[in-house]
C-alpha cells in the first residue's frame, strides 16, 4: 500500500497540515497552482494579546493569476523580516518553550531564497525534520501528467497514478470535493482525516484553537506536539 496526498505549500501552517504529511507515505506539494491572497501560501494565524492576528510574508507586486512558484517575496523583505520576527518575539517570548522554539522559526525566516514557493517549501522541511517526519516529499510539476488541462479531482487522479499510489489521503475540508466511485475505478482507496481538537495552555484561560505552528511550539514541548500528530479520525467516503 502507498498512500498518498496531495496539498499546496503553506507557510508555517496549523498542526493539521503535518497530520496530513505524517499519514502518508508520500506528499506531493503543488508548486503549479495559482496564487491565491486569501490563501494560506504566505500568511498564517498568531497569538496577540489573547487573540489570533495574521502574520504575512509581504511579497513583490505581480499578476494575482500566477503560479505560486512565479511570486517572490517583496524587495524590502530584509527589513519586513526583522519585523515580522520582533513581533512574534514580542508576543511569545514569556511562552515556556520560547528559547527552543524561536531560533527554528528564525533559521526559517532565514532562507535566503525569496521565491515563495521555495521558501514556504524550506520551511516544511525544516519543520518536519525538526518533528522527526520521515515522509517524501514530491513537487507536483515534476511529475509526467498533463498540467495544462487536468483540474480538481481528475489532476488529484493523474498525480496518484503517475507514483503508483493505492490510497489518497485528504483533509475532511475535501469531502464534497472527490466521488469515491471515481477513485475506485481508479484502484484507489479514498480516506479523510480529522483533526481533534487539541486544547493546551496559552497565556490566558480563554483558549485560541487551529493558530499557526508556531503557537504550538512556543507553549508545548516537541514531544507533545509529536503526539499530537496521531490525534485525529479516519473517515471513508
Known sequence: MKRVAVMQPYFLPYIGYFQLINAVDEFIIYDNIQFSKKGWFHRNRFLQNGKDEYFTLPLKKDSDYLDVRDRFLSEGWESEKDKILRKIKENYRKAPFFEVAFPLIEEIFSFKNTNLFEFSFNSLKILCFWLEIKTAFTISSS???????????????????????????????????YNSTNFENNNLELSFIKSKPIVYQQFTESFVPWLSIL???MFNSKDQIKLWLNEFDVIRN
Request: hydrophobic letters at 45%; charged letters at 20%; a negative charge.
Open 143 to 177: 511529475l509526467a501528467i498533463d498540467h495544462e488541462t487536468l483540474r480538481g479531482e481528475s489532476k488529484v487522479l493523474a498525480l496518484c497514478k503517475v507514483i503508483s499510489a493505492t490510497h489518497y489521503v485528504n483533509p475532511i475540508g475535501g469531502l464534497e470535493l
Open 215 to 217: 503557537d504550538l511550539m
